[in-house]
Structure formats: structure tokens, C-alpha cells
């Protein structure tokens, strides 16, 4: 069995957002010291819709292994989950939005099932990938000099339940056996601030060295308000 490198999404999505507004970063240990680096735009990570892209889990034989690949296929924006189709009882509550909380509109439930959201269609299909998870798949925003800043996870997940196992609440784990495609529904709630759409692209982070996320561009145009 491959040797994985030691990381794990919830570690990594703490990390991120103990750095609050600062953008997507990563902590790198240098000799005797910490520093932490911004993530950037760049013209070789950024895809558009409808192109496959490998989502990396790096191995010790091999850095730059692609665990599984994937598809964002179309977008969509709703003025609330209601008109989505969507139930409360689908959503999570208290999605980890650093901007939310600083502006005083934490994204709880109750905010959330009155709040804009954007639907995200994604075809999966695993390679190796032994642990599926789409808390990979944040909202981020392009700021100034291409800096990336996280917004947050998803607060809608089509296949996710509320099973908890020993504390751990496991809506965004899934099943998906090697070789296997699946239809993924993400649901990203926009109710903490007035977004530029054409600055909002999804990133695939389950590893935070920057080299391995992707970014992809929404295609959407206007404001959220």
C-alpha cells in the first residue's frame, strides 16, 4: 500500500483559516523559524469549466500523484437554498467563513437558508484516492495582486449526512470505490459580503503546497448583494 504524506484536510482547513483575511496560505518550517507563504493566481493553475483536472495527493515515491480527476460542469446562483430545492435539514450550519464572522454574519443555519448560494455540479472519478472528501473544495476570491482568499467550504453537500462517529460529524466524507464515477452537488454560501462574481473560483486544496491546487474560474458576472 502506497505511503501517504501525513496531511489531512481538516488540518489543512485549520490552518487556513487561523490566518483569518491573509488569504490561501501555508505554513513553511525553515531553519529555526516560520514563515507563511500567499497563494497567487497563476496562468499554468487555472481551468474553466468543463476540463478535467487531476486532483493531487502527494506520495513519498510520488509527489505529484493524481488520486483522482474531476470536472466542474456547470455553476449556478440562487437567491436561497429554498429556491435550489434545497431543505434545511440538507445543509450544515456554522460553516468555518472567516469573512462571515468578522463582518458579524457568521454563517449559521439560520443565515444560511435565507442567504444566496451557489451551486456547484462536479463528475468525480477515482484513481486511488482512499479517503474522499469535498471539504478539498473551497470558494475562494482573487484580491489584489492575484492574492487568493479562502471563503469557505461548502455548507451544502448532496450525498452528505449528519452521521457522527465518536464526536466527528462525517458529512463530507463519501464512498467511492477505485475506477468509479460520481455526481457531486456543492452548495457555498454567499450571504457574508456583496462578491464580484467574475473574482470567484472554486480550488481543489487537500494539500496546501501550492504547486498542487488548481483554480477554477466560475464564468459568473455581477455582484452578489
Known amino acids: 500500500m502506497r505511503k501517504q504524506i501525513k496531511k489531512t484536510v481538516v488540518l489543512l482547513l485549520i490552518s487556513i483559516f487561523i490566518t483569518g483575511c491573509s488569504g ?80 458579524g454574519k457568521a454563517a449559521t443555519l439560520e443565515r444560511i437558508i435565507s442567504a444566496p448560494i451557489l451551486i456547484i455540479d462536479i463528475s468525480i472519478t477515482n484513481v486511488d484516492q482512499e479517503n474522499p472528501m469535498v471539504s478539498n473544495f473551497v470558494l475562494v476570491e482573487k484580491k489584489e495582486n492575484q492574492i487568493m482568499e479562502v471563503i469557505s467550504p461548502p455548507c451544502y453537500f448532496s450525498d452528505g449526512t449528519h452521521e457522527v462517529d465518536s ?43 501550492e504547486q498542487f491546487i488548481h483554480y477554477i474560474e466560475l464564468g459568473l458576472q455581477g455582484k452578489v448583494q
Open 24 to 103: 490561501i496560505s501555508n505554513l513553511e518550517k525553515g531553519f529555526g523559524e516560520t514563515k507563511q507563504t500567499e497563494y497567487k493566481l497563476q496562468d499554468d493553475n487555472v481551468f474553466s469549466l468543463g476540463e478535467e483536472i487531476g486532483l493531487i495527493e502527494p506520495t513519498e515515491e510520488e509527489p505529484d500523484h493524481v488520486a483522482a480527476k474531476y470536472i466542474v460542469k456547470s455553476v449556478q446562483i440562487y437567491t436561497s437554498p429554498k429556491e435550489a430545492g434545497l431543505s434545511e435539514e440538507q445543509l450544515v450550519g456554522n460553516v468555518d467563513d472567516q469573512r462571515a464572522i468578522m463582518k
Open 167 to 209: 464526536g466527528v460529524d462525517h458529512y463530507y466524507h463519501y464512498e467511492m470505490k477505485e475506477g468509479e464515477n460520481k455526481e457531486l452537488r456543492l452548495g457555498y454560501y454567499l450571504g457574508a459580503d456583496e462578491y464580484q462574481l467574475d473574482n470567484l473560483f472554486l480550488a481543489d486544496q487537500g494539500y496546501a503546497d
